[in-house]
Structures are given as C-alpha cells and as structure tokens.
C-alpha cells in the first residue's frame, strides 16, 4: 500500500474482518475476540494506518485523549508522576494534554473547563482544593485524583503518607532526638494533614512533642525553608536536635540554614525529609527522607481511569501506595 494513505477499508481487506470490526478495535469498544483484535492490531501497524482522530472524536464524542493537572510541572516528584502517564496511556494510543495549575485554585478550574472543552476522554489530577471543584461532576468524564485527597473526592490514589510520617519521626527518636521540630507546608492539604499526624503519633509513643514554637509552618519550597530556619536560629538559637520537613526541598533549605550558622548535621541536628527527589541522595550529606513510589503511584491511577473510561467495574475506589524510609547520612 506503499504511495497511497491506508483507510479502514484497506485494514478490513487485509485483515479479513469487517470495517465495523476495524473501527470496535480502534475505539476499544468491544465485541470481538481477542484473537481478532491481535490480528487487527497487527495489520493496522503493518499497513501504517493511522485513525482520523478529528473524525472520530465527532463521531464518538471521544478524543482518545486523557487530560492530566499537575500543581508544578518543575517539581520533579510531578514531573516523574507526568512521565509514566504518558508512557502508559500511550501503549494505549492516548494522548495526554498536561496542565500547570501553579497551586492556583482559579487556574486550576480553568484548566478542568479547557480539558472537558477539548472532549478529553478521562482526568488525572493533583488538586489544591480541600473539596472537589463543582465541574469535575461530570458525569461524562471520569476524573481519579492522585497524591491529594480533597473532600468528596470518588477516585483517589494517594501513597501511605500517615506512615511517612510515623516512620520520619520514629527515625529521629531512635536515633536520640529529644527536641523534635516539624516544618511544614502551611497549606493543610491532606498529604501534609496525614503527615503530620503519623509524625505527632510516632512522637507521642516516645514521649515527646513538638507543640508551639517548634512546629514551623512556611512555603513548600527551599528558599522559604532557608530563610525561616536562619530567622529562628537567629531568634532562639539552636534549640532543636531533630528536623522533620514535609518534603525534600524544605529539608535542603534546612540543611544549608544549618550549615551556614556554624552548626553540623547529624552531629548537632538530624534532619528527615520526604519524597526521596534525586537531590536527597546527592546532596551533602544525603538526606534521609521518605520515599514515595511514584511510578506504581501513576500506573494505578492510569489503570483505574482506563477501566472508567472504558466502563468496567472497579474492585475499589481509593489505593494507598506504601513507602519507604530511606536512611542515609543526615540521621
């Protein structure tokens, strides 16, 4: 068929099916055996055919696209999220239209709006609401939430982030801190709720708290981490021995604070991030931090958006991703 454009017709031929056939398994639509499928799928590669998605999205009202929001596309934990996305959806001829919601509320609505404008066929996204935007009830569209659960949110995978926590906090009681302090996002979406939460509960085993002065609530971001662990060590002193930061930024920002007031970690103060960011294994000294998986994070997620997309049951309806402490120099 070499010098011409392949048709469905030129597939169905070659293949020996039908053109309804053809159209079902470009579509995903069912209704064939999965011997016919193999065989069509084949002869569509083998030919070079490649489906009028314009036509089809008119026709079907799907765009064999998947919308995907993300709060900062430079974060590399996002980053890597975005990534197995699109390489998962795409052995499944999806595009993936990505959005940057800045952590901007109004930003991030307008962005649902455009995907759903777009006849996107599904969405994925990390949400900075504490309750579900009024346009993701959508009942043509399904939506999974990954990483935050917002309030009322149906599909949600998320990783064991209470456990992050508990385990952050036991590390640095085990290895002797007696004056614990917590830096955390001021924002109390519910990753940094439940965080918090397993770290206060880790504490209280051990007899210790951290109330008051002693829990810091910033920016998520180096800078503001650097700048407010200069301030208190300026104001009160180092009046802590152990540090638990709600993500890995945060804990280098804390690092260099350190560093630069004369004061050696983990001699003087241990310090646990979270996220486990390549940063946190080489900066100096690498950080311990709790690492979160996510490439099993984002194949969940894919997987329960196709089977909504596609209308199969759902055995259940949130998954919580287990992690890990990774413990390396700073405690």
């Given at each position: 068929?070499?010098?011409?454009?392949?048709?469905?017709?030129?597939?169905?031929?070659?293949?020996?099916?039908?053109?309804?056939?053809?159209?079902?398994?470009?579509?995903?639509?069912?209704?064939?055996?999965?011997?016919?499928?193999?065989?069509?799928?084949?002869?569509?590669?083998?030919?070079?055919?490649?489906?009028?998605?314009?036509?089809?999205?008119?026709?079907?009202?799907?765009?064999?696209?998947?919308?995907?929001?993300?709060?900062?596309?430079?974060?590399?934990?996002?980053?890597?999220?975005?990534?197995?996305?699109?390489?998962?959806?795409?052995?499944?001829?999806?595009?993936?239209?990505?959005?940057?919601?800045?952590?901007?509320?109004?930003?991030?609505?307008?962005?649902?709006?455009?995907?759903?404008?777009?006849?996107?066929?599904?969405?994925?996204?990390?949400?900075?609401?504490?309750?579900?935007?009024?346009?993701?009830?959508?009942?043509?569209?399904?939506?999974?939430?990954?990483?935050?659960?917002?309030?009322?949110?149906?599909?949600?995978?998320?990783?064991?982030?209470?456990?992050?926590?508990?385990?952050?906090?036991?590390?640095?009681?085990?290895?002797?801190?007696?004056r614990p302090l917590l830096i955390r996002?001021?924002?109390?979406a519910s990753t940094i709720q439940q965080?918090?939460?397993?770290?206060?509960?880790?504490?209280?085993?051990?007899?210790?708290?951290?109330?008051?002065?002693?829990?810091?609530?910033?920016?998520?971001d180096y800078k503001s981490a650097k700048?407010?662990?200069?301030?208190?060590?300026?104001?009160?002193?180092?009046?802590?021995?152990?540090?638990?930061?709600?993500?890995?930024?945060?804990?280098?920002?804390?690092?260099?604070?350190?560093?630069?007031?004369?004061?050696?970690?983990?001699?003087?103060?241990?310090?646990?991030?979270?996220?486990?960011?390549?940063?946190?294994?080489?900066?100096?000294?690498?950080?311990?931090?709790?690492?979160?998986?996510?490439?099993?994070?984002?194949?969940?997620?894919?997987?329960?958006?196709?089977?909504?997309?596609?209308?199969?049951?759902?055995?259940?309806?949130?998954?919580?991703?287990?992690?890990?402490?990774?413990?390396?120099?700073?405690?």
């Amino acid at each position: 068929m070499e010098g011409k454009k392949v048709s469905i017709v030129d597939v169905a031929k070659t293949a020996g099916v039908s053109t309804a056939t053809v159209s079902r398994v470009v579509n995903q639509l069912g209704g064939y055996s999965k011997e016919t499928e193999k065989k069509v799928l084949h002869t569509i590669k083998e030919c070079g055919f490649r489906p009028n998605v314009n036509a089809i999205g008119l026709r079907t009202r799907r765009s064999h696209s998947v919308g995907v929001i993300v709060p900062d596309i430079t974060n590399e934990f996002f980053a890597k999220i975005v990534r197995t996305l699109d390489i998962f959806f795409i052995k499944y001829n999806y595009s993936v239209l990505i959005c940057d919601s800045n952590e901007d509320p109004e930003l991030e609505e307008r962005h649902i709006q455009d995907m759903f404008d777009k006849n996107v066929d599904g969405l994925i996204y990390v949400s900075g609401m504490e309750a579900i935007s009024s346009l993701v009830k959508n009942p043509r569209v399904p939506v999974v939430f990954i990483d935050r659960s917002p309030k009322n949110a149906e599909f949600v995978v998320q990783s064991d982030n209470y456990q992050g926590g508990y385990l952050a906090g036991k590390e640095l009681c085990e290895k002797g801190c007696t004056r614990p302090l917590l830096i955390r996002d001021y924002r109390m979406a519910s990753t940094i709720q439940q965080r918090r939460r397993g770290f206060l509960d880790a504490l209280a085993e051990y007899g210790k708290t951290c109330e008051g002065n002693f829990e810091i609530t910033i920016l998520p971001d180096y800078k503001s981490a650097k700048e407010k662990v200069a301030e208190f060590l300026g104001e009160k002193g180092c009046c802590f021995d152990g540090v638990f930061t709600t993500n890995d930024m945060m804990a280098l920002g804390t690092i260099h604070a350190l560093a630069e007031a004369g004061y050696n970690v983990p001699g003087q103060v241990m310090i646990v991030g979270f996220d486990n960011v390549s940063l946190s294994e080489f900066c100096n000294p690498p950080m311990t931090t709790v690492a979160q998986d996510t490439e099993q994070m984002a194949l969940v997620a894919g997987e329960a958006l196709l089977k909504l997309i596609r209308k199969e049951p759902i055995e259940q309806k949130e998954y919580v991703v287990p992690i890990h402490l990774e413990v390396r120099s700073t405690t």
